[in-house]
Nanobody, 121 residues
């Protein structure tokens, strides 16, 4: 089994910062892409940022220049540094990691449990 544990959500004021963390554990053979998605009430889950195994990053236009995604392969972790937060960043944030479990030949997507980020105006 593979588990993802997120931490770091909470309440921030407009213009403030938060840092999200997501650690993968369990029967992990290798990890491919890692990323963050978010879902606000009444909306569909949307991509925030991804980082490939080679370190290539991709961001939603709405967060470019404000959010930074990074990963630590030794810790099997992905991070999201969120600066200059806006009320429209309020959502539940989910990490997503493509994992090839041990003794498997296929990469599968795994999701974290979600962490609430609330930005007050």
């Amino acid at each position: 089994q593979v588990q993802l544990v997120e931490s770091g959500g909470g309440l921030a004021h407009t213009g403030g910062s938060l840092r999200l963390s997501c650690a993968a554990s369990g029967s992990i053979g290798s990890i491919n892409d890692m990323g963050w998605f978010r879902q606000a009430p009444g909306t569909q889950r949307e991509l925030v940022a991804t980082v490939s195994s080679s370190g290539r990053t991709n961001y939603a236009d709405s967060v470019k220049g404000r959010f930074t995604i990074s990963r630590d392969n030794t810790k099997k972790s992905v991070y999201l540094q969120m600066n200059s937060l806006k009320p429209e960043d309020t959502a539940v944030y989910y990490c997503n990691v493509e994992v090839k479990p041990r003794y498997d030949i296929t990469y599968r997507p795994y999701w974290g449990q979600g962490t609430q980020v609330t930005v007050s105006s």
